[in-house]
């Protein structure tokens, strides 16, 4: 059964981790260079790959013992925080070279392969894997994940720039981890607690 605060939940902390990654920036620059439309296109196909693969890793997960999982997936979180914590932060924007053309299928490509590649085994892939796993509702984390890497890829294509003049980088990153942390906690005590 699909529920819309698991759905939020999972929103909000994809949302806050994929804000800061290198993605949102890729989408940024490929936004500034083509039609907005067709790099979103490109950008959320790949995406939908993403959440689905992320989604089926995480049901697996359901099968194996609970106290197992809570601990696997706390211990992946506190992974991800320290990944976000620890992560440096100057250099990362990658230098995108876009196709020759302005055709769909050209620029809807370039951004559906360049997100591809970048994502597969990303902190908001696991995340989702986790969420998928410590949840066992595989629809509302793959709506709520799916829409906040929507929404990044949308910001970043729209009006990154202006975003990252009010809320500094750093600040996302630290209220990712924190949530992460916070994750963590939680889904080690059900481990230890049973």
């Known amino acids: 059964m699909f529920s819309i605060s698991l759905a939020a939940l999972v929103f909000g902390v994809v949302f806050a981790a994929e804000l800061p990654d290198k993605t949102a920036l890729a989408a940024l620059i490929l936004g500034t260079r083509y039609r907005a439309s067709y790099v979103f296109a490109g ?10 693969l992320a989604v089926a890793a995480g049901s697996v997960f359901t099968l194996l013992p609970r106290q197992l999982v809570s601990a696997v997936v706390g211990a992946l979180f506190l992974l991800g925080a320290g990944v976000l914590l620890f992560k440096k932060e100057e250099g990362e924007e990658e230098k995108v070279q876009g196709p020759a053309g302005q055709s769909f299928w050209k620029v809807a ?15 908001t892939q696991i995340m989702t894997a986790n969420l998928a796993a ?3 509702d595989p629809l509302s984390v793959a709506v709520g994940a799916l829409l906040a890497l929507w929404a990044v890829a949308g910001i970043g294509i729209l009006g990154g720039r202006t975003l990252l003049k009010y809320l500094p980088l750093r600040l996302i990153t630290r209220i990712a981890a924190a949530v992460m942390v ?7 005590y059900e481990a230890v607690t049973g």
Do not use: C, P, Q, W
């Not at 591809?116 to 990303?122: M, Q």
């Not at 916070?182 to 080690?188: D, E, P, Q, R």
């Open 43 to 52: 950008v959320a196909a790949a995406f939908t790959v993403h959440v689905a």
């Open 109 to 123: 490509g370039s951004g559906f392969t360049l997100i591809l590649i970048a994502e597969f085994g990303d902190l």
């Open 134 to 136: 410590r949840y066992g």
């Open 182 to 188: 916070a994750l963590a906690g939680f889904s080690i």
